[in-house]
């Protein structure tokens, strides 16, 4: 895979891992969760939208990725008005996404960039993890919100690609703060 290619694969995953972390602190009972998690980074994604060395151009597109995880969680919470299902699954889509969720390799190798793909395999290595989810409603919503993920992200993928590469890599040294205080490493998922 050429380096730019890499990169932008590599930018995608990462930020749109933080991106769906950023619009889940938007859910009563999971989002003072997941603040409570990253406090005291200093760097959320926000402030990496912010920065002032970031283009335009990549700002803006990270405030279309947030913005699109945001509605798809209000529609799911507004079609779940008195339950918790929303809450359950979007817990459980985080830490299957964060354990299971394809590499920036293997989003390229193994699914070839295919919404599809990307879903059904991260949801292949997380089926022990599903199965502990005992509340069917939660088990298939997040079946369906570890599928959204991958399309949203690869629908902001093109977008990514007009971002030239010196922007994608002050985005990644930003995202490292990110990563290292939340624990997790989306490129790395599965690399070891």
Known sequence: MPTGQEDRIKLLTKVGF????????????????IAA??????VYLEEII?????????RQELRRLVHDFRDLLESELK????DNTPEI???ATLEILAKHGLSAEELVTKANL???????????????????IYDTKA????????????RILLTHKEALNAVGVPALRILLAQQSDFEQNFGV?????TDG
Do not use: I
């Not at 490493?185 to 998922?189: A, L």
């Open 18 to 33: 933080a991106a769906l972390v950023e619009a889940a602190k938007a859910v009563p009972g999971v989002g003072s969760l």
């Open 114 to 132: 295919d919404v599809g793909r990307a879903g059904m395999l991260t949801l292949a290595h997380a089926e022990q993890q599903l199965k502990a």
């Open 50 to 58: 912010a920065a002032r060395d970031l283009p335009k151009e990549a």
């Open 79 to 82: 079609s779940h008005p008195n």
């Open 37 to 42: 998690a990253v406090a005291g980074t200093g």
């Open 89 to 91: 699954a979007l817990v």
């Open 185 to 189: 490493n989306p490129c790395d998922w």
């Open 139 to 150: 088990q298939e919503l997040t079946e369906r919100l570890v599928r959204e993920y991958y």
